[in-house]
């Protein structure tokens, strides 16, 4: 069974900067960044539960390739994507 799928506005913008960076250091890394990120989100949509439980309600599903995670909840068979940053960056930067 598929969930809903919601990014925030905040976890797209992350995101665009992310891809913006790895552009600006090697043309055509970002598209294996979003390519990266693209199969992560599937994973999320299809299985929610399996990924790891971090916080309070909030799990984070890593990337493969990039050192990425995309920190979500579950409201109601809806994943709300609320960040996706690098794992060096602070948890506290997010809200």
């Known amino acids: 069974m598929s969930y809903s799928l ?9 995101l665009e900067k992310a891809a913006l960076w790895f552009f600006e250091q090697t043309p055509g890394l ?8 693209d ?3 599937g994973y999320i949509q299809k299985h929610p539960l399996k990924c790891q439980l971090r916080y309070k309600k909030v799990r984070i599903k890593f990337l493969k ?22 794992t060096s960056q602070n948890s ?3 809200f």
């Open 65 to 86: 390739k990039f050192d990425f995670g995309v920190h979500y909840i579950i409201e109601n068979h809806t994943v709300f994507v609320l960040a996706i940053f690098h």
């Open 30 to 37: 970002e598209i294996e960044f979003l390519t990266d990120l």
């Open 6 to 14: 919601v990014v925030s506005e905040r976890a797209q913008l992350q």
């Open 92 to 94: 506290d930067d997010w």
């Open 39 to 41: 199969k992560a989100m």
